[in-house]
């Protein structure tokens, strides 16, 4: 009997009974060492070292407190009024600038969490104040949210990049063409709700005098991004250096710039971000011995034998994959849905030909639509806690912008020169 196959069922069922999601890899792990005498408890500290002693991890923590750190110093409020500058004079004006705000945060904080949480707090009461529709607004945003894993910097890029050997620069890449694509397939579907429902109005003409004020506010923090993703296209840096540097750069404009900087305020950020930080590791730390098993049961050649049974046809096995994909990053948190399906799913596609870096995006991109996914999707849970409305409204709401996102998945999915062809540009 192939043990292996039965790892997967039985996380699942722990994390089904309400464990936690690391809790219920670990207790997997521990039930194949005791019961089936597969690895020893030894091996399990030893794998669980391995998986967190990386150089490429360090920009997980990092990215993580400079993200926070821009939050807590009010650079959300300067980009809020700079996309309001761009597109607030739109009709439904505002629902584009939920949208383009989490286009230029994405470059930030690289978390649809961190941008769920910052921009619906803020945005939401704004939009429900001029006549948007509540869940329509909280869905928006919680839809917008995928965008910020995808363009870079992108924490789950780069967990996918240190266990998978792909270059973190290409990933990072390749997420801008699908990040964008995201932005204009949500800024369609809204303009034609804001239209059918009436939502919102032609903005007021700002005056120029107040444009050029709001631009140079808003500068420190479009120049955040132009920074670390020039460092890194360049080759001045690697993403975790451009990771230590985002967070010498908020500091450096907290104190100089805004002036708001406190000991209170920088042991709040770092705390929090240690908190998130730690529960990512705990998750890789485990799923090594996890992903160790996977790899000495042979489980991977049973699924791709499985999935060659299904059909030998590429086009329909990505399909297949998008499916599968989607339903996991519904079901499960984004960086062990990596760390345990990324090398059993990936060599299929590879074997049938598939570009390895084209693949991997469209990994990413499954799993990071899921957060605003009906039943599961984490960001639209916080998005009724924001709101207090009840969760099955916001599904109901979300349910057309997700369909707008699955079209750009499929589009890139299918023509992957869209996802490729930025980093073969650039050298990668």
Request: proline share 5%.
């Amino acid at each position: 009997m192939n043990y292996g196959v039965a790892l997967v069922p039985i996380m699942f069922l722990f994390m089904f009974a309400g464990v936690p999601v690391f809790v219920g890899i670990g207790l997997a792990v521990l039930l194949a060492a005791e019961h089936w005498n597969l690895i020893s408890l030894s091996v399990i500290f030893q794998q669980f070292y391995q998986g967190i002693d990386s150089y490429a991890l360090l920009a997980i923590v990092l990215f993580m407190f400079a993200g926070n750190l821009m939050m807590e110093l009010g650079l959300v409020d300067d980009l809020l009024n700079f996309c309001r500058l761009l597109v607030g004079r739109l009709h439904g004006g505002l629902a584009y600038v939920d949208i383009v705000a989490n286009v230029f945060f994405a470059a930030i904080s690289g978390s649809a969490v961190a941008d769920m949480s910052a921009i619906g707090t803020l945005l939401v009461p704004k939009m429900e104040e001029e006549g948007y529709d509540t869940d329509f607004s909280s869905a928006l945003t919680a839809a917008a949210s995928v965008i910020g894993p995808i363009i870079p910097p992108s924490i789950p890029m780069v967990v996918y990049a240190s266990i998978m050997g792909t270059s973190v620069g290409a990933m990072f890449l390749g997420g801008v063409v699908p990040g964008v694509l995201l932005g204009l397939s949500l800024c369609v579907i809204s303009r034609f709700i804001c239209k059918k429902h009436g939502y919102g109005t032609i903005g007021e003409k700002i005056p120029n005098k107040e444009k050029g004020k709001i631009v140079l506010k808003a500068i420190p923090a479009i120049l955040m991004p132009v920074i670390i993703l020039g460092g890194i296209f360049s080759g001045t840096f690697t993403p975790t250096e451009a990771a230590a540097i985002a967070c010498l750069y908020s500091l450096l404009i907290g104190f100089f710039y805004y002036r708001n900087v406190t000991p209170s305020l920088l042991w709040r950020t770092l705390r929090d971000s240690m908190v998130s930080a730690a529960g990512i590791y705990l998750i890789i730390g485990i799923a090594k011995p996890f992903s160790w098993l996977v790899a000495m049961t042979h489980l991977a050649d049973t699924v791709s034998a499985g999935m060659a049974a299904i059909t030998d046809n590429k086009f329909v096995m990505l399909l297949i994959l998008n499916l599968i994909l989607l339903i996991l990053g519904c079901l499960m948190e984004s960086t062990a849905n990596i760390l345990i399906f990324a090398p059993l799913l990936i060599p299929i596609a590879t074997a049938m030909g598939v570009d390895p870096l084209h693949i991997g995006v469209i990994f990413v991109l499954n799993l990071m639509m899921g957060v605003a996914t009906p039943p599961f999707g984490i960001c639209l849970f916080i998005g009724a806690n924001q709101t207090g409305r009840p969760l099955g409204k916001i599904f109901k709401a979300v349910l057309p912008l997700v369909g707008a996102e699955i079209i750009i998945l499929l589009i890139c999915t299918y023509l992957p020169f869209l996802v490729t062809g930025l980093p073969r540009l650039l050298g990668y």
